[in-house]
């Protein structure tokens, strides 16, 4: 079964830092592209920030550029968000996808990041 | 850049559901449209403007035109009450409409 699960969420104080983890399973993790999107709550969903298969290319939204870092690595399938200086804005609902050619086709259930 | 869209949109059962999506940079991307349901993870409904997964029904169908993108919901169902997202890929930062609740009565 394809399948994304996050985890690392929680309850953290602004100024702080957080580090979320995506695990990818049933597919070939390495040839796919990949990104963050998050929800706050009651609101839409607002996408984070992208990573090429071979880490090469990375996008982040201006909302969290120069304080989120995206990062994979292929041989664990994992995918990674480091979330320093956060705020009470960051306070959302984190899902991992998968990028197939610019389509997210594939999405986790989500980690709940409260700042 | 933006992209907008309509906050809600209603529709009886059976009946065809529009839901628009407008934005200067829908000319010269691929737009891709999201379902997302009360509690759950979105759903991809629409890739490359008009192309449908397997897994969804029918129904479900999108245009482009110039700076504006439809999804069709043809013959709504009640399950297909949910908040609907269009979206676009960038270099300079991908970007989510600003949401439509559809609701099925």
């Known amino acids: 079964e394809v399948q994304l699960v996050e985890s690392g969420g929680g309850l953290i104080q602004p100024g702080g830092s957080l580090r979320l983890s995506c695990a990818a399973s049933g597919f070939t993790f390495s040839k796919y592209n990949m990104n963050w999107v998050r929800q706050a709550p009651g609101k839409g969903l607002e996408w984070v920030s992208y990573?090429?298969?071979?880490?090469?290319?990375?996008y982040y939204a201006e909302s969290v550029k120069g304080r989120f870092t995206i990062s994979r690595d292929n041989a664990k399938s994992s995918l990674w968000l480091q979330m320093d200086s956060l705020r009470d804005e960051d306070t959302a609902v984190y899902y991992c996808a998968r990028d197939d050619y610019g389509a997210m086709d594939v999405w986790g259930q989500g980690t709940t990041v409260s700042v | 850049y933006e992209l907008t869209q309509p906050p809600s949109v209603s529709v009886s059962p059976g009946h065809t559901a529009r839901i628009t999506c407008s934005g200067d940079?829908?000319?010269?991307?691929?737009s891709y449209w999201y379902q997302q349901k009360s509690g759950q993870a979105p759903v991809l409904v629409i890739y490359?403007?008009?192309k449908r997964p397997s897994r969804i029904p029918e129904r479900f169908s999108a245009s482009r035109s110039g700076t504006m993108a439809t999804l069709t919901i043809s013959g709504a169902q009640m399950e297909d009450e949910a908040d609907y997202y269009c979206?676009?890929?960038?270099?300079?930062?991908?970007?989510f409409g600003t949401g439509t609740k559809v609701t099925v009565l």
């Open positions: 979206y676009l890929t960038d270099s300079s930062g991908n970007v």
């Open positions: 990573i090429d298969v071979r880490s090469i290319t990375t």
């Open positions: 490359e403007d008009s």
């Open positions: 940079a829908l000319p010269t991307r691929f």
